[in-house]
């Protein structure tokens, strides 16, 4: 069978639509943090061969890959990148609180001391300290990976969503959103191309690009020119039924 041909993407600086759940906050994490965090990764020497869901496969990933989570040395590396993160997901659940009332049905004290249904309306409304705990009742962060992209053959060419059935463990299935902080941008192209919101997402230093895990959003990273492109990329994860619902 062919491989269809994908559609045609709007310019590098099209603004987003209200309802393409791509979702960037600018400004996460100051550039002198991200510089540091750049150099530090080159010098630590642990980067090895970015995978795929198959493997190592550098015509359809060609990049150098470091995973952080649960390695001491990047504690503080792995909670800032989370905390950057989580302030973006606030955003992102309050203008699409279905993110998360959609896939549970989730209820909320009320005064009188019984529980009511969470509505959009209500999720918007939330301040930060409210909103934070009920996020955090629903998902969970995943493991943090470095990615250099090498200019001129480094990227992420294969069209792809974060979704795959191939883990017995299931936690793949259990991806719902996927995250990018974005440490670089003194390069040219290298952007993040979705395919059917026909969107590139231009990187920029110390920003936050949030969008779902499924097919909807398959996408590409298109491969940097002039410089090396440097990201830390993640997901936001269901949290297992037995943490939601209890044993059995």
Known sequence: MPAPTPPSPSSTAASASVDDFIHVRHDCLERDWCRDLVERFGNSGA????????????????????????????????ASLNAAMFTALLEYVRRWPHTLIAPL?????????????????????????ELAPIVRTV???????????????????????????????????????????????????????????????????????????????????????GGDKYIATSWLLFQRAEALYGPG
């Open 47 to 78: 980067a090895r061969p970015g995978e795929v869901g198959g493997g190592v496969h550098t015509d359809l990933k060609d990049s150098l890959d470091l995973t952080i989570s649960g390695q001491p040395e990047w504690c503080d590396v792995e």
């Open 105 to 129: 049905m989730l209820e909320v004290a009320d005064a009188e001391g019984g529980h009511q249904r969470l509505t959009p309306e209500r999720m918007r409304g939330m301040a930060d300290a």
């Open 139 to 225: 998902l969970r962060p995943g493991a943090i990976n470095l990615q250099r992209y090498r200019a001129g053959s480094g990227g992420y060419p294969y069209w792809h969503c974060e979704l795959y059935p191939r883990d017995a463990q299931a936690e793949t299935l259990h991806r719902h959103l996927l995250w990018t902080v974005y440490l670089n941008d003194d390069f040219a192209q290298g952007e993040t191309e979705f395919l059917y919101q026909r969107r590139k997402v231009a990187p920029r230093t110390g920003s936050v690009l949030i969008a779902p895990a499924a097919f909807t959003h398959t996408h590409r990273g298109n491969r940097p020119e």
